[in-house]
């Protein structure tokens, strides 16, 4: 039997980070997850790029996309529910489009400004480039979303010591358990709570179980299980997408190359 209990290179749980904005401080934060071999996604505003001594200039952002993912913010941070809907797909369409400019690369994530959205945005996001949008929500949980286009994370970050410790108690991977932070870096700057960040992952790096992704590297994938094509019986299984997804088979770690793999 199949069972779809395992991240990549057989890591049964995923942690994953988000900030938002551009601040400075994401510097920090960047140097911060790279020592420790963290993955996270930077959520841009685009019109905040260069503007002051305060944000992340060009240079910055493109550096920052070598190991992290960059995604949107909006062009200007405008609230989503207060403005018409052709001024909504302006600010997505018109950071994307910025943004891509700075990494020479596709920005597919998005978070919503203050966290709000409507039904009509909702209705136009695939079409505008965007795999998934992150709410402003703490589900408090580990579950991953059935809807990518709100993804709610497991908390803010100063809720994460908690939240880190009850992660790595977890026994039962058969649910792929995955623990979201999100987060502004300036936030550790005004409150002087740097070390709540490094706690966070000083507990983290005690479970070896723990597969670090990004927002999109952790959409990819699980979108990925869901492309499976498995035979009756399941004697093959065929992997449409670009990336191996891997699976407990009769108890035995397997790997699912893009392609048919025989069983």
Known sequence: MIIFDLYPNGKTKAVTFSYDDGSKNDLRLVDTFDKYGVKATFNLVSAWIDASDNFLNKADVLEISKTHEIANHTKHH???ERIPIDQMVSEVVECKNDLEDIIGKSVRGYA???GKYNDELLALLKGLGVSYARTAAQLRTFAHPENFLLWSGTCHHDNAVGD???FIKLTSYGKLPVFYVWGHSHDFERKGNWNALTETLEILKEDNTIWYATNIELYEYL?????LKISH???SV???SCISVY???DGKAVEFKPGLTLL
């Open 78 to 80: 405008l609230w989503n």
């Open 112 to 114: 919503y400004p203050n």
């Open 164 to 166: 880190a410790k009850n």
């Open 223 to 227: 979108t990925a299980i869901k492309q």
């Open 233 to 235: 019986g399941e004697k």
């Open 238 to 240: 065929y992997n449409p």
């Open 247 to 249: 699976a407990t088979v």
